[in-house]
């Protein structure tokens, strides 16, 4: 028989949730719960679309997980991969040598990124990155002779990674809960999340308040203690929290007060997501460190690193004296060779100029007639990201007792419908590809509305308003 199978179709559906079941431990998952339920098998792509394996197609408002940039199926990435495949598809950057595409991916990186910006070192994932921001920023105090200056300050509710630095770093109360986190020399202040936690103040007062608790903690430690301070532009897996425009300003006022090393978390936010190439170009603010992944090869293949700002980059490369920090994976051929492939359709495409003229503004004024619905307590956008927070009860803006978990009750009417949205608590996400057009915007917004009636049904049928 020469039957054409369909991508997924060796097995049926039920066949691959058993050998998953009995195999495959996933990230972030309750195993227990996922093997009563079975896994959802995705098995082919295209566009902004993706296809289950019972044929379902669905609406990726979450670009995978927040890395499909340029959307699936990109023949100019599919095809630098393979010719770098066929030419060479590993060397490694560490005994002195180095190849073609991690050198060019370099050079077009350092053009993309804000002018500080002339040199990167590579990693594997956002994850690594982070550790290498770690490792780096404690390093250039050393070399400056202030070793003592090795504390670095984050945010509750922020996400850095899942490594032991990148969990250390991030500030989510249920990681720190397992391996006995953070590690010692990290600490964490207030976020800058108004509906949180900044009710009954205006944005604008709650966005340098804030910040404020930045400088308090340093002058808690002492300046001369403090390495660097660590924040994603617009906080991601934390909820798409868009910070007041008052907060970053502020923060970057603070960290040249004291001196103290500014690190942008771009792993989201980098490459045209917040409709600037990166997240502190649209908050204005100038990082001596940004760490990139996701975005930067649209996900197709795994690449992180860390953009290295001249403040640091000439006091390690003036000093001389090896770094003793690297991945074997630092500068894969393969993954810089679709990276770049990656850039330059961003930049061929001229997609970050139309997430910030057409594409953004009109996800704005979407998700803002959203705010009308009897769930909603909040939207915020940024980019092409946006969040829905789902209230109990409107004019309060009272929010749902949490065992309700009613995110995932809209999460699921999301599933069935054909969109994947993500929840963060009662807070619903989207992040589609940076390709979407705005008929695609009008067809997901539909289904939000839906999702969210469906979801209002429900809660009401159980007396939850
Ligand atoms: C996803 C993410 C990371 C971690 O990246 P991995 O590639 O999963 O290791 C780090 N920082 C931020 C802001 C992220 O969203």
Request: glycine fraction near 10%; charge should be negative.
């Amino acid at each position: 028989m020469n039957a054409v199978l369909k991508p997924g179709a060796e097995r049926t559906t039920a066949q691959w949730q058993a050998a998953d079941a009995a195999h495959y431990l996933h990230p972030f998952t309750d195993f227990k719960a996922l093997a009563n339920k079975g896994s959802r098998v995705m098995v082919r792509a295209d566009n902004i679309y993706l296809w289950d394996s019972d044929g379902h197609k669905i609406l990726d408002a979450m670009s995978g997980l927040w890395c499909v940039n340029v959307g699936y199926g990109q023949k100019a990435l599919i095809d630098a991969a393979t010719k770098q495949m066929t030419e060479l598809p590993f060397y490694n950057s560490f005994f002195q040598t180095a190849t073609p595409p991690a050198i060019e991916l370099a050079e077009l990186l350092a053009e993309v990124s804000p002018t500080q910006f002339k040199h990167v070192f590579f990693s594997g994932s956002g994850s690594e990155g982070n550790d290498t921001v770690v490792r780096m920023v404690r390093r250039y105090w050393d070399v400056l002779g202030q070793p003592e200056r090795s504390v670095i300050i984050s945010r509750h509710n922020a996400y850095h990674g899942s490594t032991v630095a990148g969990a250390s770093l991030g500030g989510m109360s249920g990681m720190h809960a397992q391996g006995g986190l953070p590690i010692p020399g990290i600490t964490h202040v207030e976020q800058p999340f108004w509906f949180e936690c900044g009710q009954g103040m205006t944005r604008d007062a709650f966005g340098l308040k804030a910040a404020a608790a930045l400088e308090t903690r340093i002058l808690e430690i002492g300046a001369d203690k403090v390495a660097a301070f660590i924040g994603e532009p617009v906080q991601g897996a934390g909820g798409v929290i868009v910070p007041p425009d008052t907060y970053w300003p502020e923060i970057q006022r603070i960290c040249d007060k004291y001196g103290v090393l500014l690190v942008s978390d771009e792993v989201i936010c980098g490459f045209g997501r917040t409709g600037h190439w990166f997240g502190c170009e649209r908050f204005g603010f100038r990082p001596d460190l940004m760490t990139f992944a996701k975005g930067v090869t649209s996900g197709y293949v795994p690449l992180g690193g860390v953009m290295v700002g001249e403040r640091i980059a000439k006091v390690l490369i003036e000093q001389g004296g090896e770094f003793n920090h690297g991945y074997t994976y630092s500068g894969h051929p393969v993954a810089c060779a679709v990276a770049i492939a990656n850039i330059r359709l961003l930049q061929q495409g001229d997609v970050v100029r139309r997430v910030h003229d057409e594409l953004g503004p009109y996800l704005a004024q979407q998700f803002a007639l959203l705010a009308e619905h009897p769930l909603v307590g909040e939207v915020q956008t940024c980019g092409l990201m946006g969040a829905v927070q789902l209230v109990q009860d409107k004019s309060r803006l009272k929010v749902f007792a949490p065992e309700h978990e009613v995110g995932m009750l809209c999460r699921g009417h999301c599933f069935a419908s054909g969109l994947i949205m993500r929840a963060v608590g009662d807070r619903m996400i989207v992040a589609p590809p940076l390709v979407i057009t705005r008929a695609q915007i009008d067809e997901m917004m539909a289904l939000i509305r839906r999702c969210l009636d469906l979801t209002l049904a429900d809660v009401t049928h159980r007396g939850w308003v």
